[in-house]
């Protein structure tokens, strides 16, 4: 069902003649992510660690009263370099009913991409996996990798959801 | 009553349903109270209608949300009522159960309803059948009596014909309590000889235009019927629509009847008989459609008062943070600023202590219970009881009250079962042969206290350090009583002689302490030989809010709280040991394991000796040990937030909190530490 209902999601925004995206980098890579999943950008600053947990799990902040994890993408995907300064970004987006943080080298700009302009990813060429990418855009003769976010935060990989929630996803999708 | 079923009316009644099940099982346990606190003797008249109301309200509200097979049994119940009022039927002491029977039905029945729980339809005919022959058996013998019978559907019995002329001026809300006055029309056409009914509707003080609310009841109705009814049996058709000073009804002596007292010539008639109990009503919840309590309560959705609660806790946390902040700065330039802060600081308390308040309920809800209990519990075991409770306004967090109630049951079934002894026992020992057993709740501070006393035979020494040791738990003869007390607390412990089906299965007190901690409170217990036992629950008073100690390690807080806590120390070298390579501390003779935090939580910190930092000891489910920190930092009372809303559980923490500074601190999970740190 999960997957139905993905599959109809993206349908829905292949239909669409353009949608909106936030495009941000990691290393050289030019990303972007659905704008609507996007609740606010914020600096990198007062994260406290948690135990036991992956290196690219920061930790939590308190993020007016709601505590928030942060996930460093750069650490998960192993590009550009993992430093912290006063210029350094937090994406904050909603997404499975979570908010989540993630760092990223930069948030570039928002751009609306026509439907046609998006092209399937092909096999390689991201240092994203594929599984997470919904095809490729291009702005002013430049590369948009874009990334279906709300995948990405619900995989097993990133930890962010209880794995118990997770078992139920991949039964759900084995059927 | 059974008029608005909710096909008909054609509104969804679904989400009107939940006020229903709630005053349901308030009329319930209402009813219950008053039964118990009987014991055999004869309710009086008050006492009585109370019940009568109970029932009744019971029985119209399931007709009216189309629970129909709610009101069968309260129906045969509020007959045998009704004739017990009006001393058609002789009280006998076996009623007491028979009602408090009728009382469970109808519970399981509202469960069945409510929580899709099976309901046995045996159990309720049967306790219909039962209730339908103590009136059948008792009319037989009894007068007949002038009264009809009320409820009955066949035509009422032959009185003859009277003509009555009604008057019925609804207050102007009467639709938003979703009274129909068709079905109330049809109603009194049905008792009406055949084409004697007349209806007439009256538009009294017709408002103008702008001020017409479609809402609003601006009519008064005018009947006149001749009918065989009784005049009671008309009043009863507006039972939960009118007043009494809202309906009048006449009767006129054109016909026979010539008894009446009232001339009819005396314009507001009081309605009589069985309507009287609406007169002297006192109860609140008794008729809770009535307009008029709409002001004093109103029922508010639990999830909005979390998110005030919420707020209010962000509040405190930018005021804290405010007050860190103006700390730094000179307080003879920033005076009236200084001065603002000390008064936000107040105000914000103040809104918290209030916000707080909304969440309180009084303890009465978990005592009331007992009463039945005990009584219940006492007869099986042939003692005799004397149940006394204080403090019964007492309040506590609604969250709390539904996890204490488990825990003070399994107490109450311990004093009675080992506690008090038997009747014989007692005068044996010069005692009165009724055994007292006390609850009493009390606000000590910032936290609230329940006794569970019993003038018993208090706790045995002996026995349980014998079954202790026979266990297999440490214990010595020179321990002191408080904490020999302690070792009942331990898992599979148990000192009756003989298994009852009430306790002594050993699963008892450890489960009281592990449930009382998890809601982070303590359990206290005095005993004195002959003279009886006290158990002390002390709970927060919110869990909302929880006392800590925060600590420091490598540069990250974390929040201990403050009910694990014996003491803290720094350690001197000589107190350190290894047992198998791991570290313990020797604390008066106990040997403690130390958990790093460091370690357990893979920080980085210049302390790694305990010798230079400090142990925290902690006790949590019985077990001990001591909690290697850098600093204590504070005693303060934090905010418990949920880290698993965006994430996932986080090992060892109980959740999180914000400190004044804006950071995320976590919680320690004792227990959990435990594990994490027997796993290392």
Redesign the interface.
């Known amino acids: 069902m999960q997957q139905t209902a993905q599959n109809s999601s993206e349908q829905q925004g292949v239909a669409q003649a353009a949608s909106e995206y936030l495009t941000f980098t990691l290393g050289s890579e030019s990303y972007g992510i659905d704008i609507l999943k996007v609740q606010e950008i914020r600096g990198y600053d007062?994260v406290?660690?948690?135990?036991?947990?992956p290196p690219f799990i920061k930790?939590?902040?308190?993020l007016?009263?709601?505590?928030?994890?942060i996930v460093d993408l750069r650490i998960k995907f192993n590009v550009g370099e993992a430093t912290y300064h006063e210029f350094t970004v937090v994406i904050i987006i909603n997404v499975l009913g979570?908010?989540?943080g993630i760092v990223v080298d930069g948030v570039s700009d928002v751009v609306a991409l026509p439907r046609e302009s998006i092209k399937p990813a092909p096999e390689l060429g991201a240092s994203l996996d594929t599984r997470y990418i919904t095809g490729l855009g291009t702005l002013n003769d430049q590369m948009l990798i874009l990334v279906d976010i709300e995948k990405l935060i619900g995989s097993d990989e990133l930890?962010?959801?209880?794995?118990a929630a997770d078992n139920s996803q991949s039964e759900v999708v084995n059927q | 009553m059974t008029t608005a079923g909710g096909e008909q009316s054609g509104v969804d009644l679904k989400r009107f349903n939940e006020v229903f099940f709630e005053e349901c099982a308030e009329n319930l346990a209402q009813m219950e109270q008053i039964l118990i606190s009987l014991g055999d003797r004869e309710p009086d008249q008050e006492q009585m209608n109370a019940i009568f109301r109970a029932a009744h309200s019971i029985k119209g509200g399931a007709g009216i949300f189309g629970f129909d097979d709610m009101t069968v049994v309260t129906h045969v119940m509020e007959s045998l009522l009704d004739r017990l009022r009006n001393h058609e039927i002789v009280f006998a002491p076996g009623m007491i159960d028979l009602f408090l029977e009728a009382g469970d039905a109808i519970a399981m029945q509202l469960a069945g309803h409510r929580d899709g729980k099976p309901v046995h339809q045996e159990a309720i005919d049967q306790v219909r059948a039962r209730l339908q022959q103590t009136i059948d058996g008792d009319t037989t013998q009894a007068p007949a009596s002038p009264v009809s019978q009320t409820q009955t559907q066949a035509p009422p019995e032959g009185g003859l014909p009277t003509s009555y002329r009604l008057a019925f001026t609804p207050e102007p809300e009467i639709f938003m309590r979703r009274v129909r006055m068709e079905s109330i029309i049809a109603e009194l056409a049905d008792l009406a000889e055949a084409g004697t009914f007349r209806c007439e509707a009256r538009l009294a003080e017709l408002p103008d235009f702008a001020g017409f609310d479609p809402e609003c009841c601006i009519t008064r109705w005018e009947f006149a019927l001749v009918s065989r009814a009784t005049r009671d049996q008309l009043a009863d058709v507006f039972m939960f629509v009118a007043d009494e000073d809202q309906l009048r009804i006449e009767e006129h002596p054109a016909e026979r009847r010539s008894q009446v007292q009232d001339p009819p010539s005396e314009p507001a008639l009081p309605v009589e008989g069985r309507r009287a109990y609406d007169r002297n009503e006192t109860a609140p919840g008794a008729f809770g459609r009535r307009g008029g309590e709409a002001e004093s309560t109103f029922r508010v959705n639990v999830t909005k008062v979390d998110q005030l609660v919420n707020q209010v806790g962000e509040l405190l946390i930018t005021q804290a943070m405010l007050s860190q902040v103006a700390g730094g700065l000179d307080p003879i330039l920033h005076q009236s600023l200084q001065r603002g802060l000390a008064q936000l600081e107040r105000n914000t308390r103040d809104l918290q202590a209030s916000v707080m308040s909304i969440r309180l309920v009084p303890i009465s809800i978990v005592f009331n219970r007992f009463p039945r209990l005990v009584r219940e519990i006492a007869a099986k075991l042939g003692k005799q009881v004397e149940l006394k409770t204080s403090g019964d306004s007492t309040e506590l967090d609604r969250g709390l009250i539904e996890k204490i109630s488990d825990p003070l049951t399994h107490l109450v079934r311990n004093a009675l079962d080992h506690g008090l002894e038997s009747p014989e026992k007692r005068t044996a020992t010069g005692k009165n042969p009724v055994g007292t057993l006390q609850l009493s709740a009390s606000q000590v501070g910032g936290r609230i206290v329940i006794d569970v006393i019993d003038d018993g035979a208090g706790l045995p020494r002996e026995k349980i350090l014998a079954k202790a040791t026979e266990n297999g738990i440490t214990c010595s003869e020179t321990m002191s009583d408080e904490e020999v007390w302690q070792l009942i607390f331990a898992p599979g412990f148990s000192t009756a002689s003989e298994i009852t089906d009430l306790s002594g299965r050993g699963v008892g007190m450890d489960v009281v302490l592990k449930n009382v901690q998890a809601i982070g409170g303590r359990v206290q217990i005095a005993s004195e030989v002959g003279k009886g036992v006290r158990v002390t629950i002390s709970l927060p008073l919110t869990l909302a809010i929880l006392d800590g100690l925060s600590v420091a390690v490598g540069g990250e807080k974390f929040i201990v709280p403050l009910n694990v806590v014996i003491e803290s120390l720094q350690p001197k070298a000589e107190q350190l040991k290894t047992v198998n390579g791991r570290e313990v501390v020797q604390v008066r003779g106990e040997y403690l394991p130390i958990l790093k935090l460091h370690s357990i939580f893979n920080l980085e910190t210049e302390v790694t000796e305990p010798c230079r930092g400090i142990l925290v000891l902690v006790e949590a489910d019985g077990e001990r040990g001591a909690v290697m920190v850098d600093a204590l930092l504070d005693e303060q009372q934090v905010v418990v937030k949920s880290i698993e809303t965006n994430y996932r559980r986080v090992e060892g923490s109980a959740g999180a909190t914000i400190l004044g500074d804006g950071r995320v601190a976590l919680i320690l999970d004792l227990p959990e530490l435990f594990s994490m740190h027997r796993q290392l």
């Open positions: 007062c406290t660690r948690i135990a036991n947990t930790g939590v902040i308190n007016r009263g709601v505590i928030v994890p979570k908010v989540v930890q962010i959801v209880d794995s």
